[in-house]
Nanobody, 121 residues
Framework: QVQLVESGGGLVQAAGSLRLSCAASGRTFSSYSMGWFRQAPGKAHEFVAAITQSGASTFYANSVKGRFTISRDSAKNTVYLQMNSLKPEDSAVYYC??????????????WGQGTQVTVSS
């Protein structure tokens, strides 16, 4: 099973940018599709973006399409989320996840520590 550690969160002004990283341990990183999720205070976990094992296909929630970009570097066992044009409503704890492409957008999973993103207006 792959272990995941998120980083790169912080405080940014609206319209600013951040890049989140998710480092994966283990040799099976390239076997998994990867996803990013977020949870705002008082709300349920929400799918944000996903990328397939090869990186050939990506998927985005409508709320972030055109502003966020997911990518992966298999040599570094890392998946990234580049977030541009940030809005206050993007404020949340962001989590990454690994799994088969058929279920990568599912929010029914165990969560790690995540990384906090706060966007000020």
């Amino acid at each position: 099973q792959v272990q995941l550690v998120e980083s790169g969160g912080g405080l940014v002004q609206a319209a600013g940018s951040l890049r989140l990283s998710c480092a994966a341990s283990g040799r099976t990183f390239s076997s998994y599709s990867m996803g990013w999720f977020r949870q705002a205070p008082g709300k349920a976990h929400e799918f944000v973006a996903a990328i397939t094992q090869s990186g050939a296909s990506t998927f985005y929630a409508n709320s972030v399409k055109g502003r966020f970009t997911i990518s992966r570097d298999s040599a570094k066992n890392t998946v990234y989320l580049q977030m541009n044009s940030l809005k206050p409503e993007d404020s949340a704890v962001y989590y990454c996840a690994a799994g088969p492409v058929a279920t990568i957008t599912s929010t029914s999973r165990d969560w790690g520590q995540g990384t906090q993103v706060t966007v000020s207006s």
